[in-house]
């Protein structure tokens, strides 16, 4: 019997032991009243007396919440759909606050989307995304305190209008996409026909030189062969006043030149100025022929 007895209360204080994992908090109340919270670790907590409250987890958490209607400042009806990312920083707040936490942030949530959204119009709405999350997150937060909710971060999903409304924004933005593209090819037109302007101008500019070019250097080359040509008769005459050729000799080489005409084929017949010379001219040429 005391064996008995020994095992019920070795059972009843093993129950008693808590251990509290990582990232988590237990909640304990005494006799029905909060008595303390246990932290992660080995705890322990008196079977019967105290019993386990609340287990919360202290782990960043997202909650994504069902779109809710919304009429903007110009009477456009939306749904919005949010997305709130919180962390419980106090366990006992968070098992006392309020009851339904979540539900609590889910309608906190949006009362709050509605009264911003009432303040804009439909394209303020569409295009203020960093606003309105800016503006939640620091309502939502402040709202959440006696809760032991902090809220980090507040975030729109998903924005949808109604389905004329759509409509409308998608005309307008297939007109605002036409436009665009008119002026980019407008403009593709442009560059191209000044690159075809500017190419042609370089193409004629080029011709242009590369003609004068040629025109400089032709009469370049035919100075120089002007000036060869004369340079080498200078020459000649030169080389014939120092050789000092007397008239003899010059007769001589005429008669040579006849010479040669005369055993060629040409029917040319070339007659001296003056009787004497052409007696003469006929002479050599005789003597030449005998030899």
Same mark, same amino acid.
């Given at each position: ?185 407008? @403009?593709? $037109?442009? /560059? #191209?026909?000044? *690159? +075809?302007?500017?190419? %042609?101008? &370089?193409? =004629?500019? !080029? ?10 250097? @032709?009469? $370049?080359? /035919? #100075?120089?062969? *002007? +000036?060869?040509?004369? %340079?080498? &008769?200078? =020459?000649? !005459? ?14 001589? /080489?005429?008669?040579?030149? +006849? ?29 030449? +022929?005998?030899?």
């Amino acid at each position: 019997m005391f064996l008995f007895i020994i095992i019920i209360i070795l059972l009843i204080v093993a129950a008693g032991v808590k251990i509290v994992p990582q990232s988590k908090a237990v909640v304990i109340e005494k006799l029905g009243a909060y008595d303390r919270t246990m932290k992660m670790g080995l705890n322990y907590k008196i079977p019967i007396i105290e019993r386990v409250a609340n287990t919360v987890s202290l782990k960043e958490i997202v909650k994504d919440f069902a779109p809710s209607p919304v009429i903007t400042k110009d009477n456009v009806t939306m749904q919005i759909d949010t997305v709130v990312y919180y962390q419980i920083t106090d366990p006992k707040l968070y098992t006392y606050g309020v009851e339904n936490p979540i539900n609590a942030i889910e309608n906190l949530t949006a009362t709050t989307l509605r009264n911003i959204i009432g303040e804009l119009e439909l394209d303020e709405t569409l295009t203020s995304r960093d606003i309105i999350n800016s503006k939640m997150r620091s309502i939502l937060d402040e709202a959440t305190d006696p809760w032991g909710i902090k809220v980090n971060r507040v975030e729109v999903k998903n924005i949808i209008p109604p389905k004329d409304i759509q409509e409308a924004m998608e005309k307008q933005m297939r007109a605002e996409r036409e436009r665009r593209e008119s002026i980019l090819r407008a @403009e593709g $037109e442009k /560059k #191209a026909a000044i *690159l +075809l302007a500017e190419g %042609e101008k &370089e193409s =004629t500019i !080029l011709r242009a030189d590369a003609k004068k070019e040629a025109q400089i250097r @032709e009469a $370049e080359g /035919k #100075a120089k062969a *002007l +000036l060869t040509i004369k %340079e080498a &008769e200078a =020459t000649g !005459l030169k080389l014939i006043k120092d050789a000092k050729i007397d008239d003899n000799v010059l007769k001589l /080489k005429s008669y040579e030149a +006849l010479v040669n005409v005369a055993n060629g084929q040409s029917n040319t017949i070339i007659v001296p100025s003056d009787l004497q010379n052409l007696v003469s001219a006929g002479t050599v040429i005789k003597e030449t +022929l005998k030899k």
